[in-house]
């Protein structure tokens, strides 16, 4: 027999909805038309659930506009985990455009409700700063939190914090102890870390080229693109298994497709160059745009040096990627902008100018020199 869910109240209404059921003869409402009227009678924390089975396709067809309109009702009401549902939406785009800054906003909401699920992916806006605040210690708070709760994938993050002693202290061993857990445990890219330790012989481990090799090749078939990335640098170095070029291409390829933009860069390279694979430039600049497309601002340049030497065409198209390659941060792709805003068909001196204001901010001694001219 169903137990009604702790969430849902036992009190009168909805033991008045069981008792006009059954004295109108109908069947009993099964516990999840429950939840669905405790919903919509007001209970909207019930909502968060049926958002869940909207999302989900659980029960009913799949409809993401639906689920985020109940996830809306439920966070409205303090229903943490529906808070972090919808930012996770948001995050993500499912349903709607990618909404960082307020998935930020809901996400960390979330987690300080002690929806300790959504620590994780505060953590990692926080850290990046791609939700338009960057605050790595608040992050790394976050990440200890899931951490504690059993999240590998927090565990793994904060390890990384701990191997490169920016954020907080660096203790190699306490990184080690994450990343063996997490990989244990099956998080794909704790094993690449884990892997990059042994190579390098730190946090107590001896150095040792083939346990780091196979941690890479457990990373890389159990999906994770930083593990194919470091089988394809061990396979071009010869660090640990015999040097093959054309292996290595087929890892970057594959660290690439499972969404790697480093790993798309360096599979663009060896198509550039032909290392292990037939010269191809239509394959580099798919690749270098792949690797646009997943945040990699040196991809984004190397795709709009391609236009703007003639290798692909329009020209113009070059600047849709300088402007990318900007947008992720890359400070020489700041510089071409500017130029290309000044010198275009079209000059705009305004966006110029705060293009070269970026540069500056990121450092580009160019785009300094520039301002000042």
């Not at 939190?145 to 927090?154: I, M, T």
């Not at 089988?231 to 170095?237: D, L, N, R, S, V």
């Not at 646009?292 to 020209?315: I, K, M």
């Amino acid at each position: 027999m169903s137990k009604v869910r702790p969430t849902i109240s036992t009190t009168w209404l909805p033991m008045a909805a069981i008792g006009l059921s059954l004295a109108c003869g109908a069947p009993p409402l099964t516990e999840r038309q429950l939840i669905e009227r405790s919903c919509h009678s007001g209970s909207l924390r019930d909502c968060g659930e049926v958002g869940w089975w909207h999302e989900c396709g659980n029960g009913v067809p799949v409809n993401t506009g639906k689920a985020q309109g109940y996830y809306e009702q439920a966070c409205s009401a303090g229903d943490a985990r529906s808070c972090g549902r919808l930012g996770n939406m948001y995050r993500e785009g499912i349903g709607g455009r990618v909404d960082l800054p307020r998935a930020l906003v809901l996400l960390q909401g979330a987690c300080t409700a002690s929806d300790l699920r959504s620590c994780t992916l505060a953590a990692i806006l926080l850290e990046n700063g791609r939700g338009g605040t960057r605050d790595p210690a608040k992050a790394a708070k976050f990440y200890q939190a899931a951490c504690n709760d059993g999240d590998h994938r927090a565990c793994a993050n904060l390890g990384t914090m701990y191997a490169e002693g920016k954020v907080l202290a660096n203790d190699d061993r306490h990184a080690v102890r994450l990343f063996k857990a997490a990989c244990e445990a099956n998080w794909a890219p704790a094993c690449s870390s884990l892997g990059r330790m042994y190579e390098s012989g730190r946090g107590g481990l001896d150095p040792s080229p083939s346990q780091a090799v196979a941690l890479y090749n457990k990373a890389c078939e159990m999906g994770a693109g930083s593990g194919c990335l470091l089988m394809g640098f061990a396979c071009e170095k010869g660090m640990g298994i015999q040097s093959d070029t054309t292996r290595a291409a087929f890892y970057f390829v594959q660290s690439c497709e499972r969404g790697h933009d480093v790993g798309c860069h360096y599979a663009a390279q060896v198509y550039e160059q032909g290392r292990g694979v037939p010269t191809s430039r239509e394959r580099a600049l798919e690749l270098y745009g792949r690797g646009c497309d997943l945040g990699n601002g040196v991809a984004c340049a190397a795709a709009a040096g391609y236009y703007e030497q003639g290798h692909a065409s329009p020209a113009a198209r070059a600047g849709h990627y300088w402007e990318r390659g900007c947008s992720n941060d890359h400070a020489i792709s700041c510089v071409k902008l500017a130029e290309h805003l000044q010198r275009g068909s079209q000059p705009d001196p305004e966006r110029a100018l705060q293009a070269l204001k970026r540069a500056c901010e990121l450092g580009e001694p160019l785009g300094c020199a520039a301002l000042k001219r």
